[in-house]
């Protein structure tokens, strides 16, 4: 009979996730070309707190290159381009403790154009003493191949993922990945949060909303194309590195039935299928039934052939999700065509985010249930506006309530008997949010010095959540007090 852990276990991985577009900076040094993200979230002078991850027009994408009098914050981002070695020394063995770190390799740094024949040196390089120094940290790195970095050159000419020749740029890309760090890195991640494409389609999939006829389409075949090309970057892993790790990755979790009617729990099965979607492609090696459904009641043509079926039963070695919030559907939603929307019932960040730590027990053992794969939590985190006190510090007591009620309910979820691998803080350090461009939108345990302008010192100040977390994750998770 298996024992039932009480806590975590032993070989439990502590980390910090960070998304490179959001916090390197240096968006043209050393040969590096420009990504979505380097265009695509920008802030307004006039209207700072826009949302910018709408869908995006050829025009937008121009003007956004020709207009000198708009904010890029995601183009210096925190600097950490020049300053990993202080950040990483924060985080580490000699600093909070943590056992592994999390980042993207920024696509356009390694191929700037996305087509091109060959890599960018250094590009390569940088990322080789990047590794190193993670390493030397004492942290196993767990790398994202593409996280809203694609080149913006795949975009402009080639429509991004919803041309099947980007399938043959990414596999170059993933395959060039592999053959130089595998030595360094056994868990990838090929894309983050696949499952993202009603929200930050275009920082996701790259297609210009006027270069299709029908753009809901168009991401779908988009997304389809970019899993076929995932499994071909398995597949190429399992046979050249099998002490390598691949791993998929969804924006979590399931919504809640708004009621118990039938046509509410019913609607919101639906919905919560097509969010399953990817993860039943890439862990069961198949496209389901209800996705077919799916694709005919909307009058979806997706073109995909019965080599690429067969490529796709090359499946992940592990599941990993990010969890923020829950949401709530029903009918309604389902008629209109509605996302799902935040249950009043639990309080919220100032951004709308629901705070809801049961949840994250929820969808843990709803995904162990349904893949029975090795789960890694890739991101968990909350943005607040942090003020500094009269003592130029810190004090963030709701960033430790925070994580304490989340880590009480993944011991919980253990003891469920899900098979939960390592936890990733969102991020320890502040960087730029993805969302909506802020850095006054802070996640982190240490602060940067840093306005939403970009004025500031980018001096990095330890909040009172440094000194908790670093207790919490080497105590293991018992010390949460």
Not at 167 to 179: E, S
Not at 212 to 226: F, P, S, T, Y
Not at 430 to 456: A, H, P, Q, T
Request: overall charge negative; glycine content about 8%; charged content about 25%.
């Amino acid at each position: 009979m298996k024992k039932v852990l009480k806590t975590f276990p032993d070989n439990f991985l502590w980390g910090g996730a960070f998304a490179a577009n959001q916090m390197e900076g240096a968006y043209q040094e050393d040969n590096k070309g420009l990504c979505l993200a380097d265009i695509n979230e920008f802030v307004d002078n006039v209207a700072l707190d826009q949302k910018c991850n709408t869908e995006i027009t050829t025009d937008d994408i121009y003007h956004a290159l020709e207009d000198d009098n708009k904010i890029f914050p995601k183009r210096h981002g925190t600097d950490f381009y020049h300053r990993y070695k202080e950040d990483l020394a924060l985080l580490g063995k000699n600093g909070m403790g943590l056992n592994t770190y999390r980042t993207s390799v920024n696509w356009a740094r390694i191929f700037p154009n996305g087509d091109d024949q060959i890599p960018n040196e250094a590009g390569l390089r940088f990322y080789d003493d990047l590794f190193d120094e993670i390493i030397k940290n004492g942290m196993m790195p767990m790398i994202t191949m593409s996280h809203y970095e694609m080149p913006l050159h795949l975009a402009l000419d080639y429509n991004g993922w919803y041309n099947k020749k980007t399938i043959g740029f990414f596999y170059q890309y993933g395959k060039t990945l592999l053959d130089h760090y595998h030595n360094k890195v056994k868990h990838w991640i090929l894309v983050n949060q696949i499952n993202l494409i009603r929200h930050e389609s275009f920082n996701h999939l790259g297609i210009p909303e006027d270069k299709v006829d029908n753009l809901e389409e168009a991401k779908m075949q988009g997304v389809i194309n970019e899993m076929i090309a995932c499994a071909m970057i398995t597949k190429y892993a399992h046979e050249n590195y099998p002490d390598v790790q691949i791993g998929m990755m969804l924006c979590g979790g399931p919504a809640y039935a708004a009621s118990c009617e039938p046509k509410d729990v019913l609607a919101t099965l639906k919905r919560n299928q097509m969010e399953y979607f990817y993860g039943d492609v890439l862990l069961r090696g198949e496209i389901p039934g209800y996705a077919y459904r799916y694709f005919d009641d909307h009058h979806f043509h997706i073109d995909i052939c019965d080599e690429e079926l067969e490529v796709l039963k090359n499946t992940s070695d592990f599941f990993s999700f990010s969890y923020y919030y829950t949401r709530v559907y029903d009918d309604e939603c389902l008629q209109n065509n509605q996302d799902a929307y935040r249950n009043k019932n639990l309080p919220a960040n100032p951004w709308g985010w629901s705070v809801d730590p049961i949840g994250l027990r929820v969808v843990l053992n709803e995904y162990y249930d349904r893949y029975q794969k090795p789960i890694y939590i890739t991101e968990n985190g909350i943005g607040l506006k942090d003020e500094k006190g009269m003592d130029g510090k810190i004090h963030d007591d709701y960033r430790i309530d925070y994580y304490r009620q989340h880590i009480l309910q993944m011991k919980e979820a253990i003891q469920d008997g899900v098979d939960l691998k390592g936890y990733y803080f969102w991020a320890p350090i502040d960087i730029v949010s993805c969302s909506s461009s802020e850095m006054s939108k802070r996640y982190g345990f240490v602060y940067v010095d840093l306005d939403d302008y970009g004025n500031g010192s980018y001096e990095r100040i330890k909040k009172d959540s440094y000194e908790w977390v670093e207790k919490a994750v080497r105590s293991n998770g018992v010390d949460l007090d």
